[in-house]
T-cell receptor, first 115, second 111 residues
Framework: GENVEQHPSTLSVQEGDSAVIKCTYS??????FPWYKQELGKRPQLIID?????GEKKDQRIAVTLNKTAKHFSLHITETQPEDSAVYFC??????????????FGKGTKLSVKP | DTAVSQTPKYLVTQMGNDKSIKCEQN?????MYWYKQDSKKFLKIMFS???????INETVPNRFSPKSPDKAHLNLHINSLELGDSAVYFC??????????FGSGTRLTVV
């Protein structure tokens, strides 16, 4: 089955700096890669997703890149703000994949943005 | 209107008890899930239901059983609770296996 590795486990940056979180996946058939943000005591919430037919996607200060050959994808947050502090999870799955369609999550990255 | 709602939000119970957690979604999604988040924040899938059919069952003890009366509901029943079952349990739903929406979680504490 799919296995998703995520690094780093913790990341501390100064406000205004950029943050990068990297993930690798094992199943070459995976084609859907979302990122979730979980604030303390809250539910995971989708912030951006990318499909394997796209190499990069941006949404304001957030961008995700995908390298299918290397089986890795990354989350980039620019101009970080204290409210970006949270745990970020990457995930992978096969869209329309039946039993292989369940999201498998990385272990999370705790991002701290210092004012 | 909450998209995915689960109850209760907190559950404290003694070892050996049986308990249930309820989940409902009003998004018209076709698949529902249960995830367990342990103390290290790792999100691990437990079950998923699609069109009232269980389509995956990870290595979860058979003390855990999902029950889906209809497409909008997926309840989790746990028998003979153990200390190691303490965690936050999240219900989620999706359409065509993308863009999962999570419920607010149930913090289960077994004492």
């Amino acid at each position: 089955g799919e296995n998703v590795e995520q690094h780093p486990s913790t990341l501390s940056v100064q406000e205004g700096d950029s943050a990068v979180i990297k993930c690798t996946y094992s199943d070459s058939a995976s084609n859907y890669f979302p990122w979730y943000k979980q604030e303390l005591g809250k539910r995971p919430q989708l912030i951006i997703d990318i499909r394997s037919n796209v190499g990069e996607k941006k949404d304001q200060r957030i961008a995700v890149t995908l390298n299918k050959t290397a089986k890795h994808f990354s989350l980039h947050i620019t101009e970080t703000q204290p409210e970006d502090s949270a745990v970020y999870f990457c995930a992978a799955s096969r869209e329309y994949g039946g039993s292989q369609g369940n999201l498998i999550f990385g272990k999370g990255t705790k991002l701290s943005v210092k004012p | 209107d909450t998209a995915v709602s689960q109850t209760p939000k907190y559950l404290v119970t003694q070892m050996g008890n049986d308990k249930s957690i309820k989940c409902e979604q009003n998004l018209g999604h076709d698949t529902m899930y249960w995830y367990k988040q342990d103390s290290k924040k790792f999100l691990k899938i437990m079950f998923s239901y699609n069109n009232k059919e269980l389509i995956i069952n990870e290595t979860v003890p058979n003390r855990f059983s999902p029950k889906s009366p209809d497409k909008a509901h997926l309840n989790l029943h746990i028998n003979s609770l153990e200390l190691g079952d303490s965690a936050v349990y999240f219900c989620a739903s999706s359409l065509l296996y993308t863009r999962y929406t999570f419920g607010s979680g149930t913090r289960l504490t077994v004492v």
